[in-house]
């Protein structure tokens, strides 16, 4: 028997029993709800949402009354558009939007100066959206599988990004932007069309970079700190005079507390990096909703 569906504005029966635990978090993954209860949104002190895999369609613009929200999970769900009032959360910190239908964000996207990890993963984004740029607080990106050719030059101005996930798109060239990318960690271009790349040795931060599935015939030119995964990596990491860093196994993204995702986006993570080499590196990547 499947989950029963919820009438539209009213809570689901457990979730008076889960918001009494007291960690003012409510679990929705999985059911057939098509939109977000109106209920939902007059739970002012609520910190984190997982709406993932319900087939939500849209949000109600009064989601902006969830003002203490830090987590927002609305992965993979059928949504085309985001409403201007999830653009109005002062402290939301990490927004997975993977596996939807989105071809744009929002102007106002830009307001949430407060998020340092956003998953838009699995959609249809043929352009990078500009108002990201403007989210300089920004440390984790993760735009995997969507269509982009290019990047903009102004993305250097993103100075927190650490982590930066673009495999699965369709560049054909290095995006010349990523040269000036000077604090950056990880970045995952497998699955592109790339045919070769530039010499970034100058990405003095650069700890993982993942390039498998190019038509590529073997590896760029990197500082010996950089873990290596894709054509020829093996042998070129065996030439090095340190032993090869051994990358410790995935976990779901909600094993992490904020502070130990900051460690390995940012400080002291040395040549730490969530991955598996054999499958390419996918920091966080399991997802944050249904089955975590």
């Known amino acids: 028997m499947g989950i029963a569906e919820s009438t539209p504005d009213e809570l689901p029966s457990d979730a008076e029993q889960q918001l009494r635990s007291g960690e003012q978090q409510l679990e929705l993954s999985g059911r057939r709800l098509r939109r977000l209860p109106g209920a939902v949104c007059a739970l002012g002190r609520l910190q984190k949402l997982y709406v993932s895999g319900a087939g939500l369609r849209e949000l109600p613009e009064e989601i902006e009354e969830l003002r203490e929200l830090r987590i927002l999970a609305l992965d993979s769900n059928k949504l085309e558009r985001l409403p201007d009032g999830l653009c109005r959360l002062p402290r939301l910190a990490r927004l997975y939007l993977g596996g939807n239908r989105l071809r744009a964000l929002p102007a106002d996207f830009a307001q949430l100066q407060s998020l340092r990890c956003l998953w838009i993963e699995g959609n249809f984004l043929r ?124 976990r779901p993204a909600r094993a992490f507390e904020d502070d130990e995702e900051e460690e390995l986006l940012i400080g002291g993570a040395g040549t730490r990096a969530l991955g598996n080499p054999a499958g390419g590196l996918r920091a966080l990547e399991a997802p944050p909703g249904l089955g975590t």
Do not use: C, K
């Open 127 to 250: 352009r990078f959206p500009r108002p990201l740029l403007r989210l300089v607080a920004l440390q984790s990106l993760q735009m995997g599988d969507n269509r982009l050719r290019a990047l903009p030059a102004e993305l250097p101005r993103m100075t927190g990004l650490r982590g930066l996930w673009l495999y699965g798109n369709r560049f054909e060239e290095f995006p010349p932007a990523l040269l000036r990318m000077g604090r950056l960690h990880i970045l995952d271009l497998d699955r592109n069309r790339l045919g070769g790349f530039p010499d970034l040795q100058p990405l003095r931060a650069l700890r993982v970079f993942s390039y498998d599935h190019n038509p590529v015939t073997g590896p760029p030119r990197v500082a010996d700190t950089v873990f290596l995964v894709g054509e020829g990596a093996v042998e070129r990491m065996a030439e090095r005079d340190e032993p090869t860093p051994r990358l410790p196994p995935r």
